[in-house]
């Protein structure tokens, strides 16, 4: 055997060697485990609905793109993964991530108690909270004064089973997404909707949609990463690669590229 060929296989076995070590176990102690389960090797698999401007939307050309979709790809760069974004309905997510279609939903998701009983949640990865909208020739000044309203809302939202409760409200009509509520809003079609404060203010910004908040923040609206219940040990690896994306600087700049403000739990609602 030739010095060279020699080298050329010691190499190889290295390669072998590293490759197993980041789909299983580490041989060294201390070592981070890397033997949780993934729909696909290689890939992180994540959810969102695709109709949550500016967190998770298509463009125009049929792009997936926001912040959501950012925040996703970073962490499965961290992880050392290739990043696999899917889109489903919004209420069909964790029916999905329970039947093991992907690995996680990054989409916006409140930890509901509800929710808690059919999968696991990292730590709050951004801060906001449920806004009413009217329209902007509205008298209307917060949920008190929706007597006999249609409220809009998403099907599958917190806010759907909020607004529900309000002993006012006359029909709560719900919606694929919250763009298609708050246009309906917009138009006359409904009294008020309820969505997320930043996602409402982009809209009106970005589209000039006749629309104004009303009143103060109903309730707080954190979001979480969803997982799989049985793979604890992506949850902790999720958990600590949002942990280093706030601290080495790369959330502020996502959250300023989106928002022009930092919408972490630490940051402004």
Not at 11 to 20: D, H, Q, R, Y
Not at 39 to 44: A, F, P, S
Not at 59 to 86: H, I, Q, S, Y
Request: with cysteine; proline share 4%.
């Amino acid at each position: 055997m030739t010095r060279r060929t020699a080298l050329a296989l010691t190499g190889s076995l290295v390669m072998v060697l590293a490759a197993g070590c980041g789909s299983g176990d580490s041989d060294s102690e201390g070592a981070p485990a890397r033997d949780y389960q993934l729909v696909e090797d290689g890939k992180l698999t994540f959810a969102m609905s695709g109709q949550y401007r500016p967190f998770n939307y298509f463009e125009d050309d049929g792009t997936l793109a926001g912040f959501d979709l950012e925040l996703g790809n970073e962490l499965a760069k961290r992880l050392d993964l290739k990043p696999n974004p899917v889109t489903g309905p919004f209420n069909s997510l964790v029916a999905g991530l329970k039947a093991k279609r992907y690995d996680l939903i990054v989409g916006s998701m409140s930890a509901t108690d509800e929710r808690k009983k059919q999968v696991d949640f990292t730590g709050e990865y951004y801060l906001s909270g449920a806004q009413l909208f009217v329209g902007k020739d509205s008298p209307v000044t917060s949920v008190d004064d929706l007597k006999d309203a249609k409220v809009g809302v998403v099907l599958g939202t917190t806010f759907e089973e909020y607004a529900k409760k309000q002993p006012g409200v006359a029909e709560v009509k719900t919606y694929s997404s919250d763009n298609e509520a708050l246009t309906e809003l917009g138009n006359g079609r409904i009294d008020a909707a309820i969505t997320t404060k930043l996602l409402g203010l982009y809209q009106i910004k970005q589209t000039g949609i006749a629309i104004k908040p009303a009143g103060d923040i109903l309730f707080p609206d954190p979001a979480s990463i969803a997982s799989q219940k049985g793979n604890p040990k992506l949850t902790a690896e999720v958990d600590k690669a949002l942990e280093e994306i706030r601290d080495d600087g790369t959330y502020a700049e996502l959250s300023e590229k989106w928002f022009g403000v930092d919408i972490s739990p630490d940051g402004q609602s």
